[in-house]
């Protein structure tokens, strides 16, 4: 009797010790979301800012992959010298995600069949790097931001035609990398386009990292600068810090991107910043990656 009662107290304990350590790892030890970011910001003398926690990684932009005549024609082709050049380079740096940025051919089926060939022919040569296609799924984030901004459901429609087009290209790239820049002041629109952009991406490729391009100033395009315009000038960092937030809980990352220039603060001229640690959109960055201990 005494041996039973001893051996129920033990199981006890070892039961009650179990389910208490448990408790407190799931409480008091949850990991941290996995959540990366990269630099391809292109300001002058931006620095490896890999000592911040930033990752880098290898956009190969059209003049590395394409032969002239200008970008956006529709003669113009892909040069298998220079896929074949790009994709040794890469090989240098095998754990840096590339990220191929091809925008010549606009978006229908001939395209994709295009873009697709440049796919093939990077692995053919470099099996082992990452590669990503630069907004290519989803795509034309702008129809969804006028959507919500100017309350025109039509356009979501015809952003969810235009999705159907890159189906192709979604079995062939290992990460989904699109761009949502900010398009206007319309801070809520901006959010519903986000958070749609995203959910296709899980969609249409399920299991697949969704790194999403970001740009720390308002959206420009050819348009340049123009008197009262907001175009190029930097976001306010309040602003940015909400973008962030915002991606963190629905992607896997972010491309922090920019060109080499800006928008003056009157919109009337063209500048070009230099890099620097201080910079608003920067150090708000460094806090939204301190506060999700993002390394």
């Not at 952009?197 to 990292?209: L, S, W, Y």
């Amino acid at each position: 009797m005494r041996l039973t009662v001893r051996i129920i107290i033990s199981v006890l304990v070892v039961t009650f010790t179990l389910t208490f350590t448990a408790s407190d790892t799931a409480v008091g030890a949850a990991a941290p979301k996995e959540f990366h970011v990269f630099n391809a910001i292109r300001y002058a003398g931006t620095p490896d800012l890999s000592a911040y926690g930033i990752k880098p990684v290898n956009v190969i932009y059209e003049a590395g992959l394409n032969d002239p005549p200008a970008a956006f024609s529709k003669v113009r082709r892909y040069s298998s010298i220079k896929v074949s050049h790009a994709a040794k380079s890469a090989m240098q740096h095998q754990n840096t995600l590339v990220v191929l940025d091809m925008e010549t051919w606009g978006w229908n089926a001939d395209a994709m069949r295009k873009y697709l060939e440049v796919i093939r022919e990077f692995r053919g040569v470099n099996p082992y790097s990452k590669i990503s296609m630069f907004g290519v799924m989803p795509t034309h984030g702008y129809l969804l931001y006028n959507a919500f901004s100017r309350n025109k459901p039509s356009l979501v429609n015809s952003w969810e035609k235009l999705q159907r087009i890159a189906t192709p290209i979604m079995s062939e790239v290992d990460a989904l990398t699109p761009s949502v820049y900010t398009m206007g002041p319309n801070t809520k629109a901006w959010a519903q386009e986000a958070k749609l952009m995203v959910q296709r991406a899980r969609q249409e490729a399920p299991g697949k990292p969704v790194y999403v391009f970001v740009w720390p100033q308002y959206y420009a395009g050819s348009s340049g600068c123009k008197p009262g315009s907001i175009n190029a000038q930097f976001l306010p960092a309040a602003v940015w810090r909400n973008e962030l937030e915002t991606l963190y809980p629905i992607a896997d990352g972010v491309v922090l991107w920019s060109p080499p220039w800006a928008c003056s603060g009157d919109g009337r001229a063209v500048e070009h910043p230099r890099f620097s640690a201080d910079m608003p959109w920067f150090t708000e960055t460094i806090r939204f990656m301190k506060s999700h201990s993002i390394k």
